[in-house]
Nanobody, 126 residues
Framework: QVQLVESGGGSVQAGGSLRLSCAASGYTYTGGSMAWFRQTPGREREGVAVFYVGGAGTYYADSVKGRFTISQDNAKKTLYLQMNALRPEDTAMYYC???????????????????WGQGTQVTVSS
Protein backbone atom coordinates (compact mmCIF):
# COMPACT_ATOMS: atom_id res chain seq x y z
CA GLN A 1 0.00 0.00 0.00
CA VAL A 2 1.50 3.30 -1.12
CA GLN A 3 1.44 6.17 1.34
CA LEU A 4 2.78 9.70 0.87
CA VAL A 5 3.21 11.83 3.98
CA GLU A 6 4.13 15.51 3.73
CA SER A 7 5.78 17.54 6.46
CA GLY A 8 7.63 20.81 6.88
CA GLY A 9 4.84 23.31 6.37
CA GLY A 10 4.36 26.26 8.68
CA SER A 11 4.08 30.02 8.95
CA VAL A 12 6.85 32.34 7.80
CA GLN A 13 7.27 35.96 6.87
CA ALA A 14 7.74 37.07 3.31
CA GLY A 15 11.30 36.46 2.17
CA GLY A 16 11.70 33.45 4.42
CA SER A 17 12.32 29.81 3.56
CA LEU A 18 10.76 26.43 4.22
CA ARG A 19 11.63 22.90 3.13
CA LEU A 20 8.80 20.49 2.56
CA SER A 21 9.36 16.74 2.71
CA CYS A 22 7.29 13.90 1.30
CA ALA A 23 8.07 10.47 2.69
CA ALA A 24 6.94 7.64 0.43
CA SER A 25 6.24 4.27 2.00
CA GLY A 26 5.33 1.21 0.00
CA TYR A 27 6.54 2.98 -3.12
CA THR A 28 9.27 0.97 -4.79
CA TYR A 29 9.01 2.18 -8.34
CA THR A 30 12.06 3.50 -10.13
CA GLY A 31 10.27 5.34 -12.91
CA GLY A 32 7.41 7.71 -13.43
CA SER A 33 7.08 11.11 -11.81
CA MET A 34 6.78 12.79 -8.44
CA ALA A 35 5.52 16.33 -8.02
CA TRP A 36 4.36 19.06 -5.73
CA PHE A 37 1.02 20.77 -6.15
CA ARG A 38 -0.66 23.51 -4.16
CA GLN A 39 -4.21 24.64 -3.65
CA THR A 40 -6.04 27.53 -2.03
CA PRO A 41 -9.76 27.54 -1.19
CA GLY A 42 -11.94 28.03 -4.22
CA ARG A 43 -9.15 27.47 -6.70
CA GLU A 44 -7.98 24.50 -8.72
CA ARG A 45 -4.95 22.50 -7.64
CA GLU A 46 -1.86 24.03 -9.24
CA GLY A 47 1.30 22.24 -10.31
CA VAL A 48 4.38 23.68 -8.60
CA ALA A 49 7.23 21.39 -9.65
CA VAL A 50 7.85 17.91 -11.00
CA PHE A 51 10.72 15.46 -10.62
CA TYR A 52 10.99 12.85 -13.34
CA VAL A 53 12.28 9.75 -11.59
CA GLY A 54 15.13 8.16 -13.48
CA GLY A 55 16.96 11.35 -14.31
CA ALA A 56 14.76 12.94 -16.94
CA GLY A 57 14.85 16.33 -15.29
CA THR A 58 12.78 18.76 -13.28
CA TYR A 59 10.32 21.44 -14.27
CA TYR A 60 8.74 24.34 -12.43
CA ALA A 61 5.76 26.61 -12.65
CA ASP A 62 6.79 30.06 -13.85
CA SER A 63 5.62 31.55 -10.57
CA VAL A 64 8.24 29.64 -8.56
CA LYS A 65 11.18 29.40 -10.96
CA GLY A 66 14.41 30.54 -9.36
CA ARG A 67 12.91 30.37 -5.86
CA PHE A 68 11.87 26.72 -5.39
CA THR A 69 13.93 23.58 -5.88
CA ILE A 70 12.55 20.06 -6.11
CA SER A 71 14.80 17.12 -5.28
CA GLN A 72 14.67 13.50 -4.29
CA ASP A 73 16.65 11.31 -1.93
CA ASN A 74 16.08 7.91 -3.46
CA ALA A 75 17.69 6.03 -0.58
CA LYS A 76 15.31 7.68 1.89
CA LYS A 77 12.41 7.52 -0.57
CA THR A 78 11.74 11.16 0.16
CA LEU A 79 10.83 14.04 -2.13
CA TYR A 80 11.74 17.58 -1.09
CA LEU A 81 10.68 21.08 -2.03
CA GLN A 82 13.06 23.81 -0.93
CA MET A 83 11.18 27.10 -0.96
CA ASN A 84 13.14 30.34 -0.74
CA ALA A 85 12.13 33.99 -1.04
CA LEU A 86 8.59 33.08 -0.10
CA ARG A 87 5.79 35.47 -0.99
CA PRO A 88 2.29 35.87 0.45
CA GLU A 89 0.90 34.46 -2.80
CA ASP A 90 2.71 31.19 -2.06
CA THR A 91 0.28 30.62 0.81
CA ALA A 92 -1.54 27.35 0.12
CA MET A 93 -1.95 23.73 1.08
CA TYR A 94 0.92 21.86 -0.55
CA TYR A 95 0.45 18.29 -1.75
CA CYS A 96 2.90 15.63 -2.80
CA UNK A 97 1.88 13.44 -5.75
CA UNK A 98 3.37 10.41 -7.43
CA UNK A 99 2.75 8.09 -10.30
CA UNK A 100 5.01 5.12 -10.97
CA UNK A 101 4.38 5.02 -14.71
CA UNK A 102 3.29 8.40 -16.01
CA UNK A 103 5.81 10.62 -17.73
CA UNK A 104 4.96 13.50 -20.02
CA UNK A 105 4.85 17.20 -20.67
CA UNK A 106 1.54 17.93 -18.92
CA UNK A 107 2.99 17.39 -15.47
CA UNK A 108 0.88 20.21 -14.06
CA UNK A 109 -2.32 18.21 -14.59
CA UNK A 110 -3.31 16.57 -11.27
CA UNK A 111 -5.20 13.78 -13.08
CA UNK A 112 -1.87 12.32 -14.24
CA UNK A 113 -0.90 11.31 -10.70
CA UNK A 114 -2.25 8.23 -8.94
CA UNK A 115 -1.02 8.75 -5.39
CA TRP A 116 -1.47 11.80 -3.17
CA GLY A 117 -0.47 12.89 0.29
CA GLN A 118 -2.76 14.60 2.78
CA GLY A 119 -1.13 18.01 2.38
CA THR A 120 0.83 20.43 4.54
CA GLN A 121 -0.14 24.06 5.04
CA VAL A 122 2.22 26.89 4.13
CA THR A 123 1.33 30.40 5.23
CA VAL A 124 3.42 33.41 4.24
CA SER A 125 2.69 36.74 5.89
CA SER A 126 3.67 40.12 4.52
Amino acid sequence: QVQLVESGGGSVQAGGSLRLSCAASGYTYTGGSMAWFRQTPGREREGVAVFYVGGAGTYYADSVKGRFTISQDNAKKTLYLQMNALRPEDTAMYYCAADPFWYGSSWFNPSNFQYWGQGTQVTVSS
